[in-house]
């Protein structure tokens, strides 16, 4: 069974900065590539970032560039998030995906 567990989110003030965490078991993580979608009160889901299996090629969203860097460790089976620089419009619950599969979300909160 598939499992995405997501950590690390919080409230932060402008400028500053959190790492999310999702650790995955029940399948090769090392094999697939993998995700992080955010959904802000309203609106609909949107991709973020996303890593290749090998961890080589990374995708962002235009809103995020230069700010946020996706990366993983195979050998622990987690995916991280690494949130610079954070705006009011960063706040969302992220999740984290592989395929159909989604996590439970982990709330971020950028205010001051």
């Known amino acids: 069974q598939v499992q995405l567990v997501e950590s690390g989110g919080g409230l932060v003030q402008p400028g500053g900065s959190l790492r999310l965490s999702c650790a995955a078991s029940?399948?090769?993580?090392?094999?697939?590539?993998l995700s992080w979608y955010r959904q802000a009160p309203g609106k609909e889901r949107e991709l973020v970032a996303s890593?290749?299996?090998?961890?080589?090629?990374?995708n962002y969203a235009d809103s995020v560039k230069g700010r946020f860097t996706i990366s993983r460790d195979n050998a622990k089976n987690t995916v991280y998030l690494q949130m610079n620089s954070l705006k009011p419009e960063d706040t969302a619950v992220y999740y984290c995906?592989?395929?159909?599969?989604w996590g439970q979300g982990t709330q971020v909160t950028v205010s001051s």
């Open positions: 890593i290749s299996a090998p961890g080589r090629y990374t």
């Open positions: 029940g399948f090769t993580f090392s094999n697939y590539a």
């Open positions: 995906n592989r395929l159909q599969s």
